[in-house]
């Protein structure tokens, strides 16, 4: 064979393997389609049918949920739990580890995998449009699928289906888990936008309650010259503005929609807050009775859909200061503690989650009641240097003497103090592991199991009878 020809074949074959690469890859992102809203709400309409078929042998609950409450701690990873727990026993004088969390009282629990169309990793943003739109989206991307369809919500669907609704957070009302229930927006950071949507748009326009922080976005810091709070008080002549628990409490008595605004940016930590800024338990009562009674003016009482985030468990891991987030992980128990005693789980599903998990470690061979926020008295690593009972994987603080070695950080731990870091960064971050989720009420066995996070609003909508897929109001339609 000539040189020639050789070179000819080795030409060919090196263009018919880059054409066969390049033909593969287009056909794994045509078949994946991972950018658009319909591939993954097929995808969990599936996950739905092989549900249904695989509980059926273990429940005979038929029943359909007139309300839904979704409780979302934002950075609520499973080692948080466990921590906030130990230290709810703690402050009550006892070793802590055997204490309860209010969400030990539901019946059902399950596993959520977190990761977004472009993050194994995920932010609040895409999270947000994952278990309120039922759609995974790109890191960032509020309210649209990665291709920038935008995606409608839980909130909306309620909507459609007579239901009153609300948002409730101790951020602002436009940081991304709250702007996941309405808003549209390829940047998070968007939040003047947001606020703009959240006020003029649907399904915002029509929410019954708003309560949250961040009243900034709202007139302050606006270049457009909006003054969104006098637009909504326009637009709802009867409505009450709170800005403080006093407010909040005559708000109760009126007749027309609430907007609770406590603060120009995100509600100050639980540790940090005045005395008159309502807690978390507080407004979540609040916008409960308030939705209740909605629901019932329009004669029907076709129920309500409220959205709750305890939003600065995040922050406090984010500081990688961990009394912070475990004293808003506790807000966040007493909040799901009240609305466990004013829901009837007979008509109302309740469901608790996290958005994603949070790099905080429980490390070692601590010992019954060792303090939750100290340090580990009786562990030492291979120098003889004592460490703390929890730690950080990346975080803003490493204790380090001069020299760079590890030193015990027992002089500078607090319950507000930095936490140790192994790994120094700019600040704590999220970490990749799933998530729990926790349900009572009609169809909570639904939720038990391990689930992509995007089935959460589906398996809600199936539950309520809300939205254009798969409900338990229409049988027939689940598979034999
Ligand atoms: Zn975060």
Known sequence: MSSQIKHWLILQLLLLTLLNAAYAALKESSEEGEESAGFWRRQAQEQLKERLARTRDYTTDSRRAKNVVILLGDGLSVTTMTAGRILKGQRQGRRGEDSRLAVEQFPFAGLCKTYCVDEQTPDSACTATAY???????????????????????????????KATGVVTTTRVTDASPAGSYAHVPKRVEELEIARQLVEEEPGRNFEVILGGGLGKFRAERRDGKDLLALWREENPDGC???????????????????????????????????DQPRLKDMSAAAIKKLAEKAQETGEDHGYVV?????????????????????????????????????????????????HSHALSMAGYSRRGTSILGMDEQQRDLDGVPYSTLNYAIGKWQSLDKDGKRESPSKTLGPTS???????????????????????????????????????????????????????????????
């Open 307 to 355: 959205f709750i985030e305890g939003g600065r468990i995040d922050h406090g891991h984010h500081e990688t200061r961990v009394g912070y987030a475990l004293d808003e992980m506790l807000e966040f128990d007493a909040a799901v503690e009240t609305v466990l005693k004013m829901i009837d789980p007979k008509e109302t599903l309740v469901v608790v989650t996290a958005d």
């Open 241 to 275: 503005f709170a800005r403080n628990m006093a407010e909040l409490r005559n708000c109760s008595n009126s007749a027309g929609k609430v907007m609770g605004i406590f603060s120009d940016n995100h509600m100050p930590y639980h540790l940090a807050s005045h005395r």
């Open 132 to 162: 309120l739109g039922g759609v995974k989206t790109l890191s960032g991307a509020v309210g649209q699928s990665a291709s920038g369809e935008p995606v409608e919500s839980l909130l909306l669907w309620a909507q459609k289906a007579g």
């Open 418 to 480: 930095y936490t140790p870091s192994y790994i120094r960064g700019r600040k704590g971050v999220h970490s990749g592991e799933d998530v729990a989720v926790f349900a009572i009420g009609p169809q909570a066995h639904l939720f038990g199991g391990v689930m992509e996070q995007n089935l959460l609003p589906h398996l809600m909508g199936y539950a309520a009878c809300m939205g254009d897929g798969l409900t338990c109001c229409h049988q027939d339609q689940v598979p034999g």
